[in-house]
T-cell receptor, first 114, second 115 residues
Framework: AQSVAQPEDQVNVAEGNPLTVKCTYSVSGNPYLFWYVQYPNRGLQFLLKYITGDNLVKGSYGFEAEFNKSQTSFHLKKPSALVSDSALYFCAVRDLGVGQNFVFGPGTRLSVLP | ETGVTQSPTHLIKTRGQQVTLRCSSQSGHNTVSWYQQALGQGPQFIFQYYREEENGRGNFPPRFSGLQFPNYSSELNVNALELDDSALYLC??????????????FGPGTRLTVL
């Protein structure tokens, strides 16, 4: 079965500094990986996905993610954090079984301090 | 905004009651998935509907059921509500194409409280 781990419950970073939110995964075949962001009392917003190709994926709002097959990781990054980036971030892997649905990690709360 | 809408926004029920939650898919999408997100946790897959048929189910009991209509909108029904059913219920729509990992787009959710 597919699984996703987000080893940090909370990440704090100063505004203007680079940020990294970590994600590792376990899949039986080729991984389809996604990042979503959730603001308070809102649904999940799609940020980016990796299907195949270039290991560095660029997404919305200046976010990018680096796929590393040998380390089974898909870390989310941004060169310069904004206070408005403060939210809950979820990594997800696509389950290739029936329904092909998403298996989500537990989430990482990002706080960007002014 | 994703174009996925859900109703109602909030709902309060008592234990043992039944509830119906509704979702309207993004235009052009043919697949709807439902997730339960308990407080402080990631979303958990309930089930998916593709072309009006259930196309996968997570580890949820039969009292969780659903429907998808010809216009691809969907309902989630929960019978015999329990306190642990209190959660944010998320609907996600996508366009299923053969061989692709279609992105799911989420609605804002329905917050269900069971007292």
């Amino acid at each position: 079965a597919q699984s996703v781990a987000q080893p940090e419950d909370q990440v704090n970073v100063a505004e203007g500094n680079p940020l990294t939110v970590k994600c590792t995964y376990s899949v039986s075949g080729n991984p389809y990986l996604f990042w979503y962001v959730q603001y308070p009392n809102r649904g999940l917003q799609f940020l980016l996905k990796y299907i195949t190709g270039d290991n560095l994926v660029k997404g919305s709002y200046g976010f990018e993610a680096e796929f590393n097959k040998s380390q089974t990781s898909f870390h989310l990054k941004k060169p310069s954090a904004l206070v408005s980036d403060s939210a809950l971030y979820f990594c997800a892997v696509r389950d290739l079984g029936v329904g092909q649905n998403f298996v989500f990690g537990p989430g990482t709360r990002l706080s960007v301090l002014p | 905004e994703t174009g996925v809408t859900q109703s109602p926004t909030h709902l309060i029920k008592t234990r043992g009651q039944q509830v119906t939650l509704r979702c309207s898919s993004q235009s052009g999408h043919n697949t709807v998935s439902w997730y339960q997100q308990a407080l402080g946790q990631g979303p958990q897959f309930i089930f998916q509907y593709y072309r009006e048929e259930e196309n996968g189910r997570g580890n949820f009991p039969p009292r969780f059921s659903g429907l998808q209509f010809p216009n691809y909108s969907s309902e989630l029904n929960v019978n015999a509500l329990e306190l642990d059913d209190s959660a944010l219920y998320l609907c996600a729509s996508s366009l299923r194409l053969a061989g692709s990992a279609d992105t799911q787009y989420f609605g804002p959710g329905t917050r269900l409280t069971v007292l």
